[in-house]
C-alpha cells in the first residue's frame, strides 16, 4: 500500500533530483573537462532549446548532447553526473555496467522509501 508519506518522499525526491541535476552536471564536466567546456556545453544545450532549468524534463536530449559531444567519453561523464547527483540526494550510489543518467535517474526515482 503506498502511504501519503511514501509519495511525499518520492515528490521530495524528484524535486531534489529537479533541483540538483543541473549542478552536478556542471560540477562533473567542470571536474572532468574545465570550466570552459561546461559554458561551450551549456551553450550548445541552449541552442538545442534546452535551458539549465529544463533538464529533468528533457534528460534523454542531455543524454544524446553528452553522446555526440564526447563520444566514448560519455559513458563514463554520465556516470559521474549521477554519482554527483546522487551524492547530493543523500543516496548511495552504486555503479550499473552500461547505464547511462536515464538509467541511474530511473534508479534514483524507485529506490525503496
Known amino acids: 500500500m503506498v ?7 518520492r515528490d521530495r525526491r524528484d524535486d531534489g533530483i529537479e533541483e540538483h541535476l543541473a549542478a552536478s552536471v556542471d560540477e562533473a564536466l567542470g571536474d572532468l573537462l574545465g570550466s570552459s567546456v561546461v559554458e561551450a ?25 553528452l553522446d555526440d559531444t564526447f563520444e566514448e567519453r560519455s559513458i563514463s561523464i554520465q556516470e559521474e553526473i549521477a554519482r554527483r547527483l546522487f551524492n547530493k540526494l543523500g543516496m548511495k550510489f552504486v555503479p550499473i555496467e552500461g547505464a547511462g543518467l536515464v538509467e541511474y535517474i530511473r534508479e534514483a526515482r524507485e529506490i525503496e522509501i
Open 41 to 65: 556545453f551549456d551553450a550548445y544545450l541552449l541552442d538545442m532549446g534546452v535551458s539549465q532549468s529544463d533538464l529533468t524534463r528533457r534528460v534523454e536530449l542531455l543524454c544524446s548532447a
Open 3 to 9: 502511504t501519503n508519506e511514501i509519495l511525499s518522499e
